[in-house]
DNA sequence: GAGTGGTCTAGACCACGGT
DNA sequence: CCGTGGTCTAGACCACTCC
């Protein structure tokens, strides 16, 4: 069942084995094995169980009651999303689309202050300067402007741009991992020239969207406004009270 | 420093002596006390040292590098709010401002289908629905309509409704603790009839917000429909890489 | 090789919920 | 009272980074 010597660690590995086991034997609100009875069972220590437990707890598969016992949540079958996907690449693959971007413009230029600002890095820093409008089965979903610092990616060119994915493009082919992206966003209305880039009437509902990713080694490696279709973007999110 | 038979746990008291121990003595992506340090310092198990370690890194205070070390993040500073509050009261605080809620309506009825599926009852079960309007300082913010369970809630009234925020109100009089609410928004604009409510033009940017909230028993407490001004709601939210 | 974070063990005591 | 999850310890070995 687990192999004590993979190199995948034996939380992740109970993981997977705990979901199946939940899926084969237990229906939702039922109760699941305890930590103990668990140890016994798979042959680990408690802190692994709780590692596993915990991951599965977040993941909603299950809760946990003090003094009570841990039970089949039955929530993660809803729960696809909620904004796991980041990319509109995964976005539009989690709506069942099949996504398309088109490059409009790639140009080098010196940062002014605003860029400097939200890109962190100085005044005057070389940067490069995208634009791309975004599609789904032949509708416009989303324009983006798009702004990274240069040094980290040089000789960037469109067809490198067009051949993959930002987010694959970051790894694959400048070292650059990502850790995490924050976004803000906030509902606003269409400009004239941005309803004609989107094919929309002007006044129109959309989403504008800032994001800034930020790699491993906690550099800012993109800044991007995107203005987006009102009728095609729900966002979820779930607060969770601690 | 450190209790150690407090009824706190002592990874939670280390993580206020950490981020005091920061704040003092570090600047952003300076080197932290190694994990064993800190053992010996505070006189902790390594355990409950990575216990409070974890809950620093995701809160943004730290990043660790495997084989280097555990660093200053310097983020923290700029991450307040990132949507952790997701009641009204608590967003407006954070935006510092006094929020303000007038009960427009309260009834209880019978579910129909369409409440019944979104609050998880029986179709013809008792509920309330009220609906509230949101201001801040003299602003019209949004305009929401909820419904609750009614056998969860007995003898809601307006005044005990106006007593105090909704969120208190759940715990304090009825014994229901939120474990977390999840939210659907996307961007639209406002109908007539909207539009009189909020003091706004017809047409205007707004945020529609589909909110569901869950007690500890997993089970639905509220199901609220919000319309806001889309020039006061920025949401902002991390999507950290797995 | 020395130091770091990542994983894991075996065992302990506590606080809570039900009998 | 017993079984549950919550916390904590002391110690071990591994994988990674840098010298």
Same mark, same amino acid.
């Given at each position: 069942?687990?192999?004590?010597?993979?190199?995948?660690?034996?939380?992740?590995?109970?993981?997977?084995?705990?979901?199946?086991?939940?899926?084969?034997?237990?229906?939702?609100?039922?109760?699941?094995?305890?930590?103990?009875?668990?140890?016994?069972?798979?042959?680990?220590?408690?802190?692994?169980?709780?590692?596993?437990?915990?991951?599965?707890?977040?993941?909603?598969?299950?809760?946990?009651?003090?003094?009570?016992?841990?039970?089949?949540?039955?929530?993660?079958?809803?729960?696809?999303?909620?904004?796991?996907?980041?990319?509109?690449?995964?976005?539009?693959?989690?709506?069942?689309?099949?996504?398309?971007?088109?490059?409009?413009?790639?140009?080098?230029? =010196?940062?002014?202050? #605003?860029? /400097?600002?939200? @890109?962190?890095?100085? !005044?005057? *820093?070389?940067?490069?300067?995208?634009?791309?409008?975004?599609?789904?089965?032949?509708?416009?979903?989303?324009?983006?402007?798009?702004?990274?610092?240069?040094?980290?990616?040089?000789?960037?060119?469109?067809?490198?741009?067009?051949?993959?994915?930002?987010?694959?493009?970051?790894?694959?082919?400048?070292?650059?991992?990502?850790?995490? =992206?924050?976004?803000? #966003?906030? /509902?606003?209305? @269409?400009?004239?020239? !941005?309803? *004609?880039?989107?094919?929309?009437?002007?006044?129109?509902?959309?989403?504008?969207?800032?994001?800034?990713?930020?790699?491993?080694?906690?550099?800012?490696?993109?800044?991007?406004?995107?203005?987006?279709?009102?009728?095609?973007?729900?966002?979820?999110?779930?607060?969770?009270?601690?």
């Amino acid at each position: 069942m687990l192999e004590k010597n993979s190199s995948i660690p034996l939380y992740n590995q109970l993981i997977d084995v705990l979901i199946e086991y939940i899926k084969m034997n237990l229906n939702d609100d039922e109760k699941m094995l305890s930590e103990r009875e668990i140890c016994l069972k798979y042959d680990v220590s408690r802190t692994t169980v709780r590692a596993a437990l915990n991951e599965l707890e977040e993941m909603g598969y299950i809760f946990k009651r003090h003094g009570k016992g841990t039970f089949v949540s039955g929530l993660w079958k809803e729960m696809q999303n909620l904004s796991d996907a980041y990319s509109f690449t995964e976005q539009m693959k989690q709506m069942g689309k099949v996504p398309h971007t088109q490059v409009v413009s790639l140009e080098e230029l =010196a940062a002014n202050q #605003f860029v /400097a600002k939200h @890109l962190g890095v100085e !005044e005057g *820093e070389r940067v490069y300067k995208m634009k791309r409008l975004r599609s789904a089965e032949d509708m416009k979903m989303m324009y983006e402007t798009t702004f990274i610092p240069a040094y980290l990616f040089p000789d960037l060119t469109i067809s490198k741009l067009e051949s993959m994915p930002l987010y694959e493009l970051f790894p694959r082919l400048y070292n650059q991992d990502i850790k995490y =992206a924050d976004e803000e #966003f906030y /509902a606003s209305v @269409l400009q004239e020239k !941005e309803s *004609e880039k989107l094919g929309l009437p002007a006044g129109s509902a959309c989403l504008r969207i800032r994001r800034t990713t930020y790699s491993q080694e906690n550099e800012i490696i993109e800044y991007t406004l995107s203005v987006a279709r009102g009728d095609q973007f729900v966002y979820k999110i779930r607060h969770s009270k601690k």
